[in-house]
């Protein structure tokens, strides 16, 4: 997907101009979806490790509070999207994404802690999240603050994943 500026309506090839509320429920999901699948990794290894566990349900409350952040900035959204122009992002690729966590959740146990680890920061650093979160700041600088925000907390994840496969003796890729 390519960045454009919130002045340029139209779309690139694969993606479609799509309402701020909607691109807000499409974030809230992912989102939801995430704190999904740590909760179910945490729940995984439950009684395998209990440092892991730990890890696992500090990301997934992590992953609620965004989704929380997204819901709320939503309802303020809604009560004026006159205010927000409509944001050109790829709702299929959004959906591919929210698809394979669901997919590892639902039919992929992890064969071992470090593969669950691998897994989710591959899903941390997935550059679905990140070029549409640019698309919805470039195209609505009312949201650029929570999304600021939102890409602050994915780094976050993704050095607290590091730092934590790095302790554990694992192969950061």
């Known amino acids: 997907m390519i960045p454009r500026s919130p002045t340029r309506q139209s779309?690139?090839?694969?993606?479609?101009?799509?309402?701020?509320?909607?691109?807000?429920?499409?974030l809230e999901e992912v989102e939801g979806e995430m704190a999904a699948l740590?909760?179910?990794l945490?729940?995984?290894?439950a009684t395998a490790d209990a440092q892991v566990t730990a890890f696992f349900a500090k990301m997934a409350r992590d992953e609620l509070h965004h989704r929380d952040l997204v819901r709320f900035q939503n309802q303020l959204v809604s009560k004026s999207r006159h205010?927000?122009?409509?944001?050109?992002?790829?709702?299929?690729g959004i959906a591919a994404h929210v698809k394979r966590v669901r997919k590892l959740r639902d039919?992929?146990?992890?064969?071992?802690?470090?593969?669950?680890?691998?897994l989710a920061l591959e899903l941390e650093e997935s550059?679905?999240?990140s070029h549409y979160r640019h698309a919805i700041a470039q195209a609505s600088p009312g949201l650029a603050r929570l999304i600021a925000s939102l890409n602050k907390?994915?780094?976050?994840?993704?050095?607290?994943?590091?730092?934590?496969?790095?302790?554990?003796?694992?192969t950061v890729g």
């Open 11 to 26: 779309a690139e090839p694969g993606e479609h101009a799509v309402d701020a509320g909607r691109v807000l429920n499409l």
């Open 107 to 118: 039919n992929y146990p992890p064969a071992s802690v470090g593969l669950a680890l691998a």
């Open 153 to 170: 907390a994915d780094e976050h994840h993704a050095d607290h994943l590091r730092q934590f496969m790095q302790q554990r003796g694992l």
């Open 42 to 45: 945490a729940r995984t290894f």
């Open 83 to 92: 205010s927000f122009p409509p944001v050109p992002i790829d709702v299929n």
């Open 38 to 40: 740590y909760d179910w």
């Open 127 to 129: 550059p679905v999240e």
